[in-house]
């Protein structure tokens, strides 16, 4: 337990990095929601942290693995992960709006590394470290969503 | 789109939240920790006649309050260390005792009827701090007697010492404790917050 910010400082530093890649995973609405689950599974599983100093790769897994919840409640509940409506007849929308979408729409490690590669600035390894991957797959991972985006962004 | 833009494109957002959303975020978050059972330590600051107080509580009761002379990290990292590091900004939990303590400085309230949590003191430190309780709104005792009521009438420095350290002050009425010869002794918060609290209890009648 020695070594552990007060977890109010770990939301003042984290917080906001942690919202974003909830954003980037599940859209901005839903992130909210996404955040909060995050975050209280960490308050939850905080004193059993045992390296104080990876407190964010930590934070980072949670809400990467509840994201991957969400999408499987998706198949039952669309409003859970932020979806544009099949039914409705496609209107201008924000050129950015429809990147995100896709992301949202690329397979969950491209989906995730694209993410922490861009969305968070990470490095190879740190991306490699949130994963459970090795860097080369991390590496892997960044670059073939990349390319898949570009290819489905030029459809 | 080059991959260029792509990049460009996913570096440029989602914007962290910010402001009133950010704030009301933080606010659920604490609200539902604390419906979960997954808080051990509420903290919320509150303004005082003697400067900004912070004031925090475990499900036991209140476990420390601080005069602004310690800043907040330093007492939110005592805390995280001998207490828990599951610590949120909850200001709704502590409502009563925030109350209770405006009640006293503008002289409505002479007891306090609040749970205490003395998780941060342990033997004979806590007698003596148990021991100031035994002192009434207004009257004072000094380190000997507070000492022999804690059992140990030798004991004047280290009662002294539990004093000087005690971590829920004004609750813990550890300002009502002078030294025998009548000169103020110490305080956690300061000689002026010490002498202020003295003449508050005294009443507007107070002379000095």
Same mark, same amino acid.
């Given at each position: 337990? $020695?070594?552990?910010?007060?977890?109010?400082?770990?939301?003042?530093?984290?917080?906001?990095?942690?919202?974003?890649?909830?954003? $980037?995973?599940?859209?901005?609405?839903?992130?909210?929601?996404?955040?909060?689950?995050?975050?209280?599974?960490?308050?939850?599983?905080?004193?059993?942290?045992?390296?104080?100093?990876?407190?964010?790769?930590?934070?980072?897994?949670?809400?990467?693995?509840?994201?991957?919840?969400?999408?499987?409640?998706?198949?039952?509940?669309?409003?859970?992960?932020?979806?544009?409506?099949?039914?409705?007849?496609?209107?201008?929308?924000?050129?950015?709006?429809?990147?995100?979408?896709?992301?949202?729409?690329?397979?969950?490690?491209?989906?995730?590394?694209?993410?922490?590669?861009?969305?968070?600035?990470?490095?190879?390894?740190?991306?490699?470290?949130?994963?459970?991957?090795?860097?080369?797959?991390?590496?892997?991972?960044?670059?073939?969503?990349?390319? $898949?985006?570009?290819?489905?962004?030029?459809? | 789109?080059?991959?260029?833009?792509?990049?460009?494109?996913?570096?440029?957002?989602?914007?962290?939240?910010?402001?009133?959303?950010?704030?009301?975020?933080?606010?659920?978050?604490?609200?539902?920790?604390? !419906?979960?059972?997954?808080?051990?330590?509420? %903290?919320?600051?509150?303004?005082?006649?003697?400067?900004?107080?912070?004031?925090?509580?475990?499900?036991?009761?209140?476990?420390?309050?601080?005069? &602004?002379?310690?800043?907040?990290?330093?007492?939110?990292?005592?805390?995280?260390?001998?207490?828990?590091?599951?610590?949120?900004?909850?200001?709704?939990?502590?409502?009563?005792?925030?109350?209770?303590?405006?009640?006293?400085?503008?002289?409505?309230?002479?007891?306090? &009827?609040?749970?205490?949590?003395?998780?941060?003191?342990?033997?004979?430190?806590?007698?003596?701090?148990?021991?100031?309780?035994?002192?009434? %709104?207004?009257?004072?005792?000094? %380190?000997?007697?507070?000492?022999?009521?804690?059992?140990?009438? !030798?004991?004047?420095?280290?009662?002294?010492?539990?004093?000087?350290?005690?971590?829920?002050?004004?609750?813990?009425?550890?300002?009502?404790?002078?030294?025998?010869? !009548?000169?103020?002794? !110490? %305080?956690?918060?300061?000689? &002026?917050?010490?002498?202020?609290?003295?003449?508050?209890?005294?009443?507007?009648?107070?002379?000095?």
């Amino acid at each position: 337990m $020695s070594g552990l910010l007060p977890f109010e400082r770990v939301v003042d530093r984290y917080g906001g990095d942690v919202w974003r890649f909830c954003a $980037s995973q599940v859209g901005v609405d839903p992130a909210d929601d996404l955040f909060q689950d995050t975050m209280l599974a960490a308050l939850d599983a905080y004193p059993r942290l045992r390296d104080p100093n990876a407190v964010k790769a930590w934070l980072l897994r949670i809400a990467a693995r509840k994201a991957v919840d969400l999408f499987r409640t998706a198949a039952r509940a669309p409003a859970a992960v932020a979806d544009p409506d099949p039914g409705a007849v496609p209107g201008p929308q924000p050129p950015d709006e429809r990147l995100w979408e896709q992301v949202r729409a690329l397979p969950v490690k491209q989906r995730q590394a694209v993410a922490l590669r861009y969305v968070l600035d990470l490095d190879h390894a740190g991306i490699a470290t949130v994963m459970h991957t090795g860097t080369e797959a991390a590496r892997r991972n960044v670059f073939e969503g990349v390319r $898949s985006l570009r290819a489905r962004l030029d459809d | 789109m080059t991959d260029h833009d792509v990049e460009r494109t996913l570096a440029s957002g989602p914007q962290a939240p910010s402001g009133q959303h950010w704030a009301r975020l933080r606010a659920a978050l604490a609200e539902r920790a604390a !419906g979960e059972g997954l808080l051990d330590v509420a %903290y919320a600051p509150m303004d005082s006649p003697l400067g900004p107080l912070l004031v925090a509580a475990t499900t036991v009761g209140v476990v420390r309050l601080a005069f &602004d002379n310690e800043t907040s990290d330093a007492v939110l990292d005592e805390l995280a260390l001998r207490v828990s590091p599951r610590i949120l900004s909850t200001p709704c939990r502590l409502d009563a005792p925030r109350r209770q303590l405006e009640e006293y400085f503008r002289g409505e309230r002479t007891q306090f &009827d609040i749970p205490l949590d003395w998780a941060l003191t342990r033997g004979f430190r806590r007698q003596v701090l148990a021991a100031t309780a035994g002192i009434p %709104y207004g009257a004072t005792g000094n %380190y000997r007697s507070v000492a022999t009521a804690a059992g140990n009438p !030798g004991a004047v420095r280290a009662a002294g010492s539990a004093l000087a350290t005690n971590p829920i002050p004004i609750l813990v009425p550890c300002h009502r404790v002078l030294r025998s010869d !009548g000169t103020l002794g !110490g %305080y956690r918060g300061g000689p &002026d917050r010490k002498t202020r609290l003295l003449h508050l209890e005294r009443g507007p009648t107070d002379p000095a």
